[in-house]
């Protein structure tokens, strides 16, 4: 089979990991990325990786029929008249990116049997593409960013959501959360909206009990991971408590006043002699797997605004630490009683330390470790989750 991947990057090693694993069952895979490619990584023989050489748009009837045909499948004139300009401008980057995918195709005989995108962003060219590619599977998932339609990176801003499902034979969520959200939105497309996890890699598991308490939190610094709340909630902590943080600041967002938060809040832990704070900056993902591995851990945190389904808790659970973890996107998929705690997400620092200390029991728990590993394995073990997910495929045709 001749999978076309399309990707806006292929930096993130969940990325990767998906892609190898399509190759793994013997598929050609061709890689389209819409971002210069950033990372080395080692490529099965049977991956192609080519940037999107997109071309300039070209006024013509069938550009216009389409444009029109998508504008008003969407209801644009009523719902975003402020945003008509911004929507016609979404639609003739769409028609370019899906000409200039045709055009590559062609050039190398690409006939693809299944055209797949990771993310549910833009994919009204998809549109375009099924009237090119005859016979073709076109399926696509959605996970957090891409999903949620109140999220900031797609709020306020024309979706063509129903040109996108009408196009695609399925769209898979990571989450049960993300396939009830979209079925609620688009019960019309409901029969198309699946929910089928990704999953983490397995590692070996050396289950390691912690003779002091040690956290570890592990995102980009930035305003949707509110991580400045872990360092406000150790100031209501009285016992020795070690916290590192793996992750640096998102250099992007130059206008995010979480970052002076986080600053003031990480100063301030300074003075109080119980607390050890460790600043791990940047790993590479191999590099987080072997501090997991390394270090005898208590709880693993994360106090974000807004999530999807995130793999940096279920690669945490995989290695057996408990989860201390806001209720939002679908967190409540990942954390429960059996793995952890869940807080509520307006969370207060004093409430966080207040779980904190709840949790710890359980942390010092060998069997309640297992537990948490096990968890894992039964529904976010990457392997068996692909396994899933390429039966459901081959069930669409």
Request: net charge neutral; proline share 4%.
């Amino acid at each position: 089979m001749t999978v076309l991947y399309l990707t806006e990057n292929i930096d993130q090693s969940f990325v990767y990991d998906d892609i190898c694993l399509l190759a793994a069952d013997n598929n050609r895979v061709v890689v389209m990325v819409q971002e210069p490619v950033q990372k080395a990584f080692n490529w099965p023989q049977n991956v192609e990786i080519h940037e999107i050489q997109l071309g300039a748009f070209k006024w013509g009837l069938q550009s216009i029929l389409w444009l029109f045909n998508c504008l008003f499948k969407e209801l644009v004139f009523t719902k975003w008249i402020t945003h008509l300009k911004q929507a016609i401008g979404i639609l003739k980057y769409n028609q370019i990116k899906a000409n200039s995918i045709i055009k590559f195709c062609k050039n190398q005989s690409i006939a693809p049997d299944l055209v797949y995108a990771f993310w549910f962003y833009d994919l009204s060219y998809f549109s375009i593409l099924k009237s090119q590619f005859k016979g073709s599977q076109f399926i696509a998932r959605a996970h957090g960013g891409d999903l949620y339609e109140y999220r900031s990176s797609i709020n306020n801003r024309p979706l063509f959501r129903k040109t996108q499902l009408n196009a695609l034979d399925a769209l898979y969520t990571v989450s049960q959360n993300g396939s009830q959200y979209l079925k609620q939105l688009y019960p019309q497309y409901a029969h198309k909206i699946k929910c089928q996890y990704i999953g983490s890699q397995m590692h070996d598991y050396i289950p390691q009990l912690p003779q002091s308490v040690v956290l570890v939190s592990c995102s980009n610094i930035r305003d949707v991971k509110r991580v400045y709340l872990i360092a406000e909630a150790l100031q209501h902590i009285y016992i020795p408590v070690t916290w590192y943080h793996i992750g640096d600041q998102n250099l992007a967002a130059k206008n995010d006043p979480t970052i002076q938060q986080y600053q003031i809040a990480i100063e301030a832990l300074k003075q109080k002699p119980n607390i050890q704070f460790k600043a791990m900056g940047q790993y590479t993902h191999q590099q987080v797997f072997d501090f997991y591995q390394s270090q005898a851990l208590s709880i693993f945190i994360s106090t974000s605004s807004a999530e999807g389904l995130p793999i940096s808790i279920m690669e945490a659970m995989s290695f057996g630490l408990p989860i201390l973890a806001t209720d939002v996107g679908a967190c409540n998929e990942l954390v429960n009683s059996a793995t952890g705690l869940l807080m509520p997400a307006d969370v207060k620092p004093n409430q966080i330390a207040d779980c904190i200390m709840a949790l710890l029991p359980k942390s010092q728990s060998a069997d309640f470790r297992q537990g948490v590993r096990r968890y894992w394995e039964q529904h976010f073990n990457l392997q068996t989750n692909h396994l899933q997910f390429i039966q459901s495929i081959n069930e669409l045709n």
